[in-house]
């Protein structure tokens, strides 16, 4: 599996795991979240995606649980996580409704929530989870500037932003944000061309795609011809059709990581054979115009 140097201090997995799905599992105990994290270190799989909201903000202690009954598995993997959404459950189920918060007492409340659940003291990347409508740059980014300056955290960056909300708060920090975490696969193809994936290539910043297989709707049956273009890839290339999808944002010229969410073990492995399919360009482009519904122009 390759790995990705986001800054000077930090690498990461090519594929990330991700945690949004670990409190649907039928099985939430630390021994099945312990096989989970195994299965994808098995295939060099090391750094895992939580947020501090998932689950109704139980994700991370879920994760946590597992981490606290094999402290060793702490130093094989790296730990993003994410703050900025308040809602109303968990810790926060007082709130009057479903809010932002970039403030500085928010972030480090929240920093140090996350260091608690998942029984770690440091966590490698926090990202910004949307952009705040009412967000203060020069408070938010000095709040991450003290948290890197604390080794608290080892690395800043964003998820969801527009270049613009991204140069904004650039503009009011010192330390640099290494990647922005935003939906792309081939049923979300706008970031190809809007200016968001542009943007990040200009600055030699590697984006993070979310739910890589649109979050399970590649299978809905709105996708069928997407899906034999898929298979036939596949099968020409003995992998899962799941592969061919995540290997075409690996194939892609901006480095994108791609974040999976499958909660079965068993599919782990199947999607990182991402890793050993070849897309050329015209399969490339194959697969985008099944995707868009049209040849490109
Ligand atoms: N930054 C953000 O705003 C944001 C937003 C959303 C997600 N994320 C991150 O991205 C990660 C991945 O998102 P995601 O879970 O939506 O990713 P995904 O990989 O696109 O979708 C995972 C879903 O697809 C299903 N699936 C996988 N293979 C399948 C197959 N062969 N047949 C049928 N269903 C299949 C999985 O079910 P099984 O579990 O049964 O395999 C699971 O429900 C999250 O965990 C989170 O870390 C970030």
């Known amino acids: 599996m390759d790995r990705i140097q986001l800054s000077p201090d930090l690498e990461l997995s090519r594929l990330v795991y991700g945690l949004w799905r670990i409190g649907d599992d039928a099985d939430t105990s630390?021994?099945?979240?312990?096989?989970?994290?195994?299965?994808?270190?098995?295939?060099?799989?090391?750094?895992?995606?939580?947020?501090?909201?998932?689950?109704?903000?139980?994700?991370?202690?879920?994760?946590g649980a597992a981490l606290k009954a094999s402290p060793s598995l702490r130093d094989r993997i790296e730990i993003v996580t994410k703050c900025g959404i308040v809602a109303p459950a968990g810790r926060h189920s007082a709130v009057r409704g479903k809010h932002y918060d970039t403030s500085a007492g928010h972030i480090n409340a929240s920093v140090e929530a996350s260091l608690r659940d998942m029984a770690t003291d440091y966590i490698d990347l926090l990202l910004i989870h949307r952009p705040d409508p009412f967000m203060d740059p020069d408070e938010t980014g000095p709040a991450l500037d003290a948290l890197v300056a604390s080794g608290k955290v080892r690395a800043v960056g964003v998820s969801n932003f527009r270049p613009w909300d991204f140069s904004l708060l650039q503009s009011s920090m010192e330390a640099e944000l290494i990647t922005n975490q935003i939906e792309m696969s081939l049923v979300a193809t706008d970031s190809f061309t809007n200016g968001d994936l542009a943007y990040l290539q200009e600055r030699n910043i590697a984006p993070m795609a979310w739910s890589p297989l649109g979050g399970g709707s590649l299978f809905k049956p709105e996708n069928q011809r997407l899906m034999t273009v898929l298979e036939r890839t596949a099968g020409e290339q003995d992998v899962d059709a799941t592969a061919v999808a995540v290997a075409w944002l690996l194939a892609h010229p901006a480095r994108i990581l791609p974040v999976l969410g499958t909660n079965n073990p068993g599919r782990i492995g199947k999607i990182a054979d991402a890793a050993k399919v070849t897309i050329d360009r015209q399969t490339w482009f194959e697969l985008y115009t099944a995707a868009i519904g049209k040849q490109v122009p």
């Open 30 to 63: 630390p021994k099945h979240v312990e096989a989970k994290i195994e299965a994808c270190l098995a295939q060099g799989i090391t750094t895992m995606d939580n947020a501090d909201i998932y689950g109704g903000y139980t994700a991370e202690a879920i994760f």
